[in-house]
């Protein structure tokens, strides 16, 4: 999608309207302008990440090493069956949510104008949709919710910028999704403000300095002017973040579970997510109406990987070739059963435990892992988490209690959609070995580029430096073509303006700039060559 510059500075995607195969989501232009329906495969493709990574690298010295290993915090994401289930489940609630919200229709326009009459009236009235949609998302801290929600909702642009529909004017911006975070002192005014703060960032408007800013006005008499802004932008989605911060026994806990109420039932048909910890549970089900309106989408219980789980192996699989030692070694039965038993299956600490492990070979001099060294890094580094992690591998009820962050609870009456794990965790495995082979394929690439910059008259050193430097800074897959001009620029350090000045960046030895010249004083190419020594034309005989 093209981006444009709004008048404001703020940058949008501009709107291009696909054809929609389910009919309900057609004539809609908020939801012809959103992205493709993804399947499954094109799921594990957009969301998959995994960090630049040469095995030369092992043989670089420690301290090189130490930051190289900080890759994985940044660059390694691998995607998992419970990634692909909540994908679905938000693209779904997006595209719901908006069935009823078509700007073109005539109900539209009066939304706003009945939004208006309740900010200048400073009553709440229920929307006319109350069936909004809604997601509960609850798990231990460290499961990856939150980011697997980012990820997510950024194969959605956040603001898209419309102009013209079926030859028709049609200005307006479009906020497809909002991601707030519940205040720890469970203020509804903070939650506001926040709302105001996050809609100024993106759309470039003021309205944390006409309402936030504005003391007189309650958290309650915003409620109509949150509703209104959120018409006006045509949001898509609100992602409420920490919702286990609310204390459902505090007055600022009880005002805000009847905020999200209220907003729910103003918004008219926006979906509502919201994350948290196993503490949640009991601040969502202490508001029936509340864990209700969560429920649109089933409650997602996000539960640590369990041993035998296929889950546990593809994760661990995806991440253990990302070995930045001496001595890598092949995951083992007994490798991944220490690293689960040292993290009880939640992701976050596995992959802590893994980088800390590989800083602890390098700085042992062992370079390699052993369960002995992993078992020794848990114990030492992951004292904070121990406790908790003790309850876990207790299974009493009582002890995880007292943790609500790793409470592995089961609600009763939870009924959700299974999702074929054998077909996903097969194409998962194809995305890997297509990995595998782009890898192969890369290493190839690597080499012809380089032999041909040595033609060139780059050395080889250097060649190679270039060539890997394009490679990883490249978001696409390279042609040798293309991959050998980059790398050629990079390598004499010119700017693409000055490289195509002809010959006058080409080493001395660059077979074009000899034949260049040679036919500027009237020589011909072979004779060129010859005379630069390049074509051999006598031989010793007696020698052959």
């Known amino acids: 999608m093209s981006k444009i510059q709004l008048p404001n500075g703020i940058q949008a995607v501009q709107a291009r309207y696909t054809y929609q195969e389910i009919s309900d989501y057609r004539d809609n232009p908020l939801l012809e302008a959103l992205p493709p329906i993804l399947s499954k495969s094109e799921v594990i493709q957009a969301m998959a990440q995994y960090p630049y990574f040469d095995p030369s690298e092992g043989q670089m010295d ?8 900080q890759r994985l915090f940044s660059s390694f994401f691998q995607p998992l069956p419970v990634h692909l289930d909540l994908e679905s489940r ?14 073109l229709a005539a109900h539209h326009n009066e939304s706003l104008i009945k939004g208006y009459e309740d900010i200048v009236s400073g009553r709440i009235a229920l929307s006319q949709n109350t069936t909004a949609a809604g997601l509960t998302i609850i798990g231990a801290s460290g499961m990856g919710k939150s980011t697997t929600v980012n990820r997510i909702l950024h194969l959605y642009p956040q603001v898209v910028a419309h102009s013209i529909y079926n030859g028709q004017h049609f200005n307006q911006l479009q906020t497809v999704w909002l991601k707030l975070e519940c205040p720890h002192d469970s203020s509804v005014r903070g939650l506001v403000n926040n709302f105001f703060a ?79 910890t196993p503490k949640a549970v009991s601040v969502l089900q202490s508001e029936f109406r509340q864990a209700r309106r969560g429920s649109g989408q089933g409650d997602l219980i996000w539960q640590p990987m369990k041993r035998e789980d296929r889950n546990w192996h593809l994760f661990l699989q995806g991440m253990w070739e990302y070995q930045w030692l001496r001595k890598p070694v092949p995951l083992t039965n007994e490798l991944s059963n220490c690293i689960y038993e040292q993290s009880c299956g939640i992701s976050d600490i596995a992959v802590k435990l893994f980088v800390m492990s590989q800083i602890r070979a390098i700085t042992s001099g062992k370079e390699e892992l052993t369960t002995e060294l992993i078992t020794q890094v848990a114990k030492e580094s992951l004292k904070l988490v ?7 591998r207790s299974g009493n009820p009582a002890k995880i209690a007292k943790y609500g962050d790793i409470n592995t609870i089961n609600i009763e009456g939870f009924v959700t959609a299974e999702q074929n794990k054998v077909e996903v965790s097969a194409l998962i495995d194809d995305f890997q070995k297509q990995r595998q082979e782009q890898k192969a394929n890369t290493e190839k690439l690597k080499t012809n580029a380089i032999f041909r910059l040595s033609i060139l008259g780059i050395e080889e050193k250097e060649a190679r430096s270039s060539v890997e430097k394009v490679i990883a800074s490249s978001s696409g897959q390279l042609g040798l073509k293309e991959l050998v001009q980059k790398a050629y620029k990079l390598s004499i350090n010119v700017s693409d303006d000055e490289v195509e000045l002809s010959g006058k960046y080409r080493p001395q030895n660059d077979l074009r700039r000899i034949v260049q010249q040679g036919k500027e004083q009237g020589i011909s190419a072979i004779q060129a060559l010859t005379d630069a020594g390049f074509v051999q034309t006598e031989f010793d005989l007696g020698a052959v």
């Open 62 to 69: 420690a301290h090189y090493r130490f930051h190289l290993i």
């Open 198 to 276: 996050q809609m100024d960032a993106i759309l470039g408007t003021d309205y944390f300095a006409k309402f936030g800013k504005n003391r007189r006005l309650s958290a309650q008499s915003l409620l109509p002017v949150v509703s209104q802004i959120c018409r006006n932008s045509c949001l898509g989605l609100l992602v409420i973040d920490e919702i286990q911060n609310l204390n459902a026994r505090s007055s600022g806990g009880e005002q805000m579970l009847n905020f999200f109420v209220s907003l729910s039932n103003t918004l008219g048909g926006i979906p509502l997510i919201f994350i948290g």
């Open 386 to 392: 121990q406790p908790m992690l003790n309850a876990m």
């Open 90 to 103: 938000i693209s779904r609630l997006i595209r719901q949510g908006y069935i009823s919200r078509n700007p």
